[in-house]
């Protein structure tokens, strides 16, 4: 007979606090009503095997893989861009154009229309949700440029937004 359970949690099953890499974790599958479940307890949140525990081990809670990223959802995005936009200083123009090339492939944002010559093309841009009107202007990047931007944008939110 095969078993599935979910991997090892992120977050502590009794303190509610993340369990943090390279640490000992105590792992449980428990019997709720027929249903087998696994939990997962920090050190400092094992206070022993609960009530109907089918099975018990300890495990170190992995590290996170170098150069892994945490996903950030596309709504914090969206609000990082509109606050660019309200800016709108010069030095923001190209991370406001990386934004916004992720936000139209992730479909938060949509292009409403192109004003101006092709070497001179200002994105008329709105937010699925009915946010505003924005104005982009299509710098026409490679992508070796927007990979570099995507990289100092991902050190900036990871910096800043964690």
């Known amino acids: 007979m095969d078993y599935h359970f979910r991997s090892l949690g992120k977050t502590c099953a009794a303190t509610g606090q993340p369990l943090a890499p390279g640490s000992l974790c105590h792992s449980v599958v428990v019997d709720e009503q027929g249903l087998l479940k696994r939990l997962d307890f920090s050190e400092e949140g094992w206070t022993g095997q609960p009530p109907q525990t089918v099975?018990?081990?300890?495990t170190r809670v992995p590290d996170?893989?170098?150069g892994a990223t945490v996903p950030i959802d596309p709504d914090s995005l969206f609000r990082y861009f509109e606050q660019l936009s309200e800016e709108a200083s010069p030095g923001t123009e190209e991370t406001r154009y990386v934004l916004a090339l992720h936000l139209l492939k992730h479909r938060r944002l949509t292009v409403v229309q192109a004003h101006g010559e092709a070497d001179d093309e200002l994105l008329e841009l709105s937010g699925t949700h009915g946010e505003g009107q924005f104005f982009v202007r299509n710098l026409h990047?490679?992508?070796a440029a927007?990979?570099?931007l995507q990289n100092v944008?991902?050190?900036q939110l990871a910096t800043e937004w964690s």
């Open 141 to 143: 990047l490679d992508d």
């Open 146 to 148: 927007v990979g570099s």
């Open 153 to 155: 944008l991902r050190q």
């Open 64 to 66: 996170q893989p170098a």
């Open 55 to 58: 099975a018990h081990w300890r």
